[in-house]
Structures are given as structure tokens and as C-alpha cells.
């Protein structure tokens, strides 16, 4: 078997994360949960997703939801405008074999109700 075969290559996949409130998350007294933005590194989107689960945890978050949006390719093909702030993100992830939190939006229980 050639050695290519036996290496899948990492690659970076944009991750949406829903966490709710856990004791010592950090997130924003009143704050009913979060969106997290997340660059993860992975072999696919589903390791990348159980890495970004296992370091939330570990820094007290509660994941509630996850969402993927692609590797760089993918979110440029489907025309997706990323700045290069964005871009240094995701090579950071692929660098360090990592996960990044480019943004948190905490959720606050004020939204209107719809019914």
C-alpha cells in the first residue's frame, strides 16, 4: 500500500457550537448560553466536531448543538466571503493541530417570544 494511503491529511472545518450554562464556564452573568465560532483541525468533520466537544468540556462548557460549515474550500465554493483575519484562524488550527474559538455570542433570555 503506498504511504499516501495510510496518511489522510488534516484539514481545518468551520464549526458552530451551542453551549449552555455550566458552572465556571466564564460566560456573561444573565447569559442563557452561547454561539461559538470554532476552526477545528481534523481528518474529517466528525473528528474534528469530537475534538471541539472534548476541549469545550474541558474548559466547563455544556455543547448542546454542533454545526459544520466545511473546510476553506468548501465555504469558498459555496461563496462565502472570509477576510483574511478568518484565514489566519484556520491556518493557526492546521498548524497546531488544534481547535480555535474565533468568536463567542453569548445568548441572553430577553429575545422576544414568537408566539
Known amino acids: 500500500m503506498p504511504a499516501a494511503m495510510n496518511k489522510r491529511t488534516q484539514q481545518v ?4 457550537v451551542e453551549v449552555g450554562r455550566n458552572a465556571g464556564d466564564g460566560l456573561p452573568e444573565g447569559a442563557t448560553g452561547a454561539a461559538l465560532m470554532c476552526y477545528a483541525s481534523g481528518v474529517d ?3 474534528a466536531v469530537r475534538e471541539t466537544v ?3 468540556k474541558q474548559a466547563d462548557l455544556s455543547p448542546l448543538d454542533v454545526s459544520g ?3 476553506l474550500d468548501e465555504r469558498l465554493a459555496e461563496g462565502h466571503d472570509i477576510d483574511d483575519g478568518e484565514r489566519a484562524l484556520m491556518q493557526r488550527a492546521l ?3 488544534s481547535v480555535i474559538v ?3 455570542t453569548p445568548f441572553f433570555g430577553d429575545e422576544p417570544d414568537e408566539s
Open 54 to 56: 472534548a476541549i469545550l
Open 13 to 16: 472545518y468551520t464549526l458552530l
Open 45 to 47: 468533520e466528525a473528528e
Open 69 to 71: 460549515y466545511g473546510t
Open 102 to 104: 474565533a468568536q463567542m
Open 95 to 97: 498548524d497546531e493541530n
